[in-house]
């Protein structure tokens, strides 16, 4: 099997391990912070949108159907932030997480402008999110803030705030983990 492309850090604050995703306008169908089947992020897999951010220049129309903040489907330890900046155009589905893989850390979303069909914080069809989920919503951007509907875990995907087992299954109470960890 092939390992892909790992993107590794040594340490948090090495500036390693990351990726940096930025898109200042288009019609772009899929976004992705981290990677398609294969390699690991284990740093800070950044997804920019906004279509003033780059000075000087006029302003671009982002148009999307789907926007990730993490991987489509390769496993990452790192932290998918998924930032919106001004979104004057429609994105149909936002994700925090990834599509249909585990996010091994924290997930956050900001959110502060703009159209959206669907916001979910966490991942899309499957995966198991081993962190917390924040989406911050706070209408600061150029446009107004018009979501749709506005979901804090995922679409498909289950999220536990209390863990999961061994074999992938969610642990449905504080009691259940601790007679596991036992």
Known sequence: SKPGANIVGNTASDNKGNTNVNIYGGTINYIFGGSNTLGNVTGTASVLLDEQAEEGKEPCL?????AYGGANKAPMDGKPMLSIGC???????????????????DIVLNIPSGQFGKVFGGNNESGKIIGSITVNIDEQGCQPIEIDELYGC?????????????????????????????
């Open 62 to 66: 982002i148009l999307g159907q789907e």
């Open 154 to 182: 995922g679409n498909n995907a289950a999220y536990s705030v209390y863990g999961y087992q061994e074999d992938g299954s969610i642990l449905k109470s504080f009691f259940q983990r601790s007679a596991d960890l036992q």
């Open 87 to 105: 979104l004057s155009g429609r994105l149909e589905n936002v994700y925090g997480g990834s599509k249909a893989v585990d996010v091994n850390s």
